[in-house]
């Protein structure tokens, strides 16, 4: 398979976060996957911050969409800030996975006064791939325990608002307590867990 990894974590060589990435794409290279990689913070191009009112969109979210449509599986690696994932990957998903292209929106009544609005979201270019989201809290689990019931919670909104409208399967690697005096046999437990969903690939 080829998989698209979007990584949006600042520290892109000795992060926990960049320790996933590789530990991710070493496992997966041995299986016989194929990589296609962007470092959000290392692109040259960079996306401006969102907004709905350019369009056509910048040439280099059509070219973030051309690779996704030549790959299997879309994994976005990052960081959890205030209950949502860091700045760079949310801007990334605002402008890549949008209507049309990502999914498109069909009224039920096109021709009814009161219920014009009402519908569904048909999937688009990413129907029935993979999508993977990777990430990590800085606390326990139970410290974002008080909010799992929530939708806006990040696995769960990314899910239920943003995957499931492209019609995306949906995987998850959560990782808590990322701290810096973690202990060498903590982090590899975390390691096997990436070596594992890549070998399930």
């Known amino acids: 398979m080829k998989i698209f990894i979007v990584f949006g974590h600042h520290n892109?060589?000795?992060?926990f976060n960049a320790s996933i990435r590789d530990t991710f794409i070493t496992e997966a290279l041995k299986n016989n996957h194929e990589i296609d990689l962007?470092?959000?913070?290392e692109e040259k191009n960079q996306l401006p911050f969102y907004n709905s009112d350019l369009n056509p969109p910048p040439q280099l979210v059509i070219d973030y969409r051309k690779r996704l449509e030549s790959t299997d599986i879309m994994f976005?690696?990052?960081s959890c800030h205030n209950l949502r994932l860091n700045t760079i990957l949310?801007?990334?998903?605002?402008?890549v996975l949008h209507p049309k292209w990502f999914f498109s929106?069909?009224?039920?009544?096109?021709?009814?006064?009161?219920?014009?609005?009402?519908?569904?979201?048909v999937p688009g270019a990413m129907k029935g791939k993979i999508g993977i989201i990777s990430i990590t809290y800085g606390g326990p689990m139970i410290s974002y325990f008080n909010f799992s019931i929530f939708d806006n919670i990040p696995?769960?909104?990314?899910?239920?608002?943003?995957?499931?409208l492209g019609g995306l399967r949906t995987k998850y690697l959560r990782f808590y307590s990322v701290l810096p005096n973690m202990t060498k046999?903590?982090?590899?437990i975390h390691m096997d867990k990436v070596r594992n969903l890549a070998k399930s690939l």
């Open 105 to 121: 929106y069909r009224s039920m009544f096109p021709k009814s006064k009161f219920f014009k609005n009402y519908g569904y979201t």
């Open 12 to 15: 892109s060589k000795t992060s």
């Open 38 to 41: 962007v470092n959000l913070f």
């Open 90 to 95: 949310e801007n990334w998903i605002d402008w």
């Open 76 to 78: 976005l690696i990052g």
């Open 185 to 188: 046999e903590k982090f590899e």
């Open 155 to 164: 696995y769960r909104r990314l899910k239920r608002a943003v995957f499931q």
